[in-house]
């Protein structure tokens, strides 16, 4: 099966790669170049149908099987911050580093070593024009520091629970377990299933 990622981030494409082993995966830039999609909604799931929807109307072909990924990491404690906004906590085209380094600042000022958190990731998918949503969470706690080099984004500052490092510490083979984009894509697979 030919899927085309309408994702434009490095990490997000490495773990759809790892996780769809057996498909040919393409990223739309392969496809159509440059491209992007402005993420004006006020919901995760508003934002990844939009990315879907607008990639496979620029790809234009009716076959084209289209997965967009939005996603994000909620802390409760904070206002729900940063959440949709995760990529652009620290301002627009701003670095992992530099949001890192903004949640930091901003556990520090509520003076949170650790927290509660959770990361959401809404899958979607446009085939023949229709479209479908799905979604994964993974919960955990996020530390008022940097721990790690895997992963990426928040990573090395989240603890999944059940375990005592962060994902920045821990293989990527344990992320894949249980993590949200995982559950969302096991959930996608299943669509796909149905709708092929
Ligand atoms: O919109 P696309 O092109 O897919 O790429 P993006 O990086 O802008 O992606 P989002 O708009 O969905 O923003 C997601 C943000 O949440 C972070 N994030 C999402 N999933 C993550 C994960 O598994 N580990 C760490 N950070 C993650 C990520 O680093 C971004 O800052
Ligand atoms: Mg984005």
């Known amino acids: 099966m ?22 040919e995966v393409f990223t739309f ?10 993420e004006d909604k006020d919901s995760f ?10 990639i496979y109307e620029k790809i234009g072909s009716k076959d084209a099987i289209v997965i ?3 996603s994000g990491i909620t802390v409760p404690a904070l206002n729900n911050e940063p959440g949709i906004y995760s990529a ?8 992992d580093k530099e949001n890192n380094s903004k949640l ?16 959401t990731a809404c899958i979607a998918i446009v085939y023949k024009g229709y479209t479908y949503t799905v979604h994964g969470w993974m919960y955990g706690k996020v530390i008022d520091k940097e721990i790690g080099e895997n992963g990426f984004g928040y990573d090395p500052m989240f603890i ?14 344990v992320k894949k377990e249980f993590s949200h984009r995982s559950k969302a894509l096991k959930l996608a697979k299943k669509v796909l299933d149905i709708i092929l």
């Open 29 to 38: 830039k392969e496809i159509i170049g440059d491209y992007e999609v402005e």
């Open 104 to 119: 930091i600042s901003k556990l520090k000022e509520k003076n949170l070593k650790e927290t509660e958190a959770y990361y």
């Open 68 to 70: 967009s990924d939005d």
């Open 88 to 95: 652009r906590y620290a301002g627009t085209n701003a670095t």
């Open 45 to 54: 799931k508003g934002n990844a149908v939009k990315k879907a929807q607008e």
């Open 160 to 173: 999944p629970n059940g375990f005592d490092k962060t994902l920045g510490n821990l293989p990527y083979e």
């Open 2 to 23: 030919k899927i085309i990622l309408a994702t434009g981030n490095k990490g997000k494409i490495d773990e759809f790669k790892k996780l769809l082993p057996n498909e």
